[in-house]
């Protein structure tokens, strides 16, 4: 689903997601190339990613991006 369905919206802004896992009703994604430390993940994950997946496969109830948001070579959201 991700490949299809996924990938080939966010792969217009140099982005991918992985699937990591699922467990019980929440699916684990990584988020990779330009999605890594965007200020935007949060809403291509919810609005984008967990809408989609809860529309097209039964049992999914929300998504968790477990990303490495701070690493990376350019990341968004900076280490203090």
């Given at each position: ?33 330009g ?46």
């Amino acid at each position: 689903m991700l490949v299809k369905r996924i990938n080939p919206s966010i792969a217009a802004h140099g982005g991918y997601a992985e699937l990591v896992r699922v467990e019980g009703s929440t699916v684990l994604v990584k988020l990779g190339g330009g999605c890594q430390g965007c200020g935007m993940a949060n809403a291509t994950v919810t609005a984008g990613i967990e809408k989609t997946l809860i529309e097209l496969l039964d049992g999914v109830e929300n998504v968790v991006d477990i990303t490495d948001h701070t690493s990376g070579e350019n990341p968004y959201f900076a280490t203090t």
